[in-house]
Every structure is written in C-alpha cells, then in structure tokens.
C-alpha cells in the first residue's frame, strides 16, 4: 500500500506565499505522476498541477505564471510553490500519485487546508 503525507498548508494573506509537500512511502517501484488537487465545500476537485517522472508539468489555467509543481524522483516527493496567493485559491488541497508497487496504484493523501485572506 502506498501511502502520500501531505504537509505545508495554512493560512496566509492575499499576495503571500506557501509552499506544499507531499511525500510517498510504502513498496514503491515506479511514479508515473504526482500531482495537487484542490476542493472546496461543495464543490468538485479540481486539477491544481501534475508533474510526471520526466519532469512534464501540467497547469489549471487559474494558476500558470503563480504556481511551480516539482517534483524528487529520488525522494518519491512532489512539492507545490503557490505564490502571489489569491482568497479563490482557498481551500483543501489533496496530493495524489499513480505508479507501480506490487500492483498498479492511485493514491491520494488526507488533503492539507490553504485558506488566504483577502
């Protein structure tokens, strides 16, 4: 089983910077792709950035020229830099990855709260 402890989150006031880590464990092989997901109360989660193990990255529109996704292959680590934060960018944020173990994975950590004041 593979497991993903996100850390990092809090709050911050509208114009600042926080920066989000998620680490995998477990029997892992190979990480096809990491990447940060985001939700708010009643909404659906919504795709915030993924990196995969070649280094491509892919971006919500709302966050490209403000969000930097990276990722540590050796570390089996994704980490996600959020500056120039804005009050919409509130909410739970949710790591996830999908690779190999004994068997295919697609795991998701317990989610980590950003709130940004305005």
């Known amino acids: 089983q593979v497991h993903l402890v996100e850390s990092g989150g809090g709050l911050v006031q509208a114009g600042g910077s926080l920066r989000l880590s998620c680490a995998a464990s477990?029997?892992?092989?190979?990480?096809?792709?990491m990447g940060w997901y985001r939700q708010v109360l009643g909404k659906q989660r919504e795709l915030v950035a993924t990196?995969?193990?070649?280094?491509?990255?892919n971006y919500a529109d709302s966050v490209k020229g403000r969000f930097t996704i990276s990722g540590d292959n050796a570390k089996n680590t994704v980490y996600l830099q959020m500056n120039s934060l804005k009050p919409e960018d509130t909410g739970v944020y949710y790591c996830?990855?999908?690779?190999?173990?004994?068997?295919?994975?697609?795991?998701w950590g317990q989610g980590t709260q950003v709130t940004v004041s305005s």
């Open positions: 990196v995969t193990n070649g280094g491509i990255t």
């Open positions: 996830h990855a999908d690779g190999i173990s004994s068997i295919r994975f697609d795991s």
């Open positions: 477990g029997s892992i092989r190979i990480i096809n792709a």
